[in-house]
């Protein structure tokens, strides 16, 4: 990954990350004796190999944004336009208020409504580059993709989204095990 001070620099190197195997070694003090290990091999995590892409993703739409754009000027208006500009590339039908199928989680029939980021996908996206944005220099209070316009906008999407396909988005509940279950667990009265 890039860092941000290198983002800023220049955008004219291409280095792909996606081969590259990392050795760390760690050094043990224990009574004065000094001793070196090397830690094994490790390949990047399915998480990590994503928010790699999504962080040289973001970095070449800034680089494509006209003016071309620094990381370290960018704002939560910035997160907003790309967020937006991803909405192209969706998936998900998303119905508007005079859509017959408004509110309808499987509508019957075709309808011209546009396909747009589902709100679960945008979500996730932010808390990789909010991540990635710290781990490569940033500094938390600087974070453009923790911006309160951005939390707003994020949660503005989930309720269209929600009302448009008639699914609630509410936290799950964890389910508590039957009465049964949880009085067999319990030691009969007068046990020790």
């Not at 040289?56 to 944004?65: A, D, E, I, M, S």
């Not at 949660?155 to 009302?163: A, G, H, I, N, T």
Request: glycine share 6%; proline share 10%; net charge positive.
């Amino acid at each position: 990954m890039e860092s941000i001070s290198e983002m800023d620099r220049s955008y004219s190197e291409n280095t792909s990350l996606d081969n590259i195997k990392t050795t760390t070694t760690t050094t043990t003090t224990i009574s004065g004796a000094t001793s070196s290990s090397p830690s094994s091999s490790t390949t990047p995590s399915r998480y990590e190999n994503q928010k790699r892409r999504d962080w040289n993703t973001f970095g070449q739409y800034l680089k494509n944004h006209r003016p071309p754009l620094s990381l370290s000027r960018c704002s939560g208006a910035h997160v907003l336009e790309f967020l937006r500009y991803l909405d192209q590339f969706g998936k998900t039908k998303v119905h508007t208020p005079i859509c017959p199928f408004y509110g309808h989680p499987n509508p019957p029939a075709p309808c011209p409504c546009p396909l747009r980021q589902a709100w679960g996908s945008l979500d996730a996206l932010i808390g990789r580059l909010r991540a990635a944005f710290e781990e490569n220099g940033g500094k938390p209070e600087a974070n453009p993709f923790g911006a309160r316009a951005v939390r707003l906008y994020l949660r503005e999407v989930r309720d269209l989204q929600s009302k448009a396909r008639g699914v609630s988005y509410e936290k799950k509940k964890r389910k508590r095990p039957p009465q049964q279950q949880i009085q067999a667990m319990q030691p009969p009265p007068g046990a020790t």
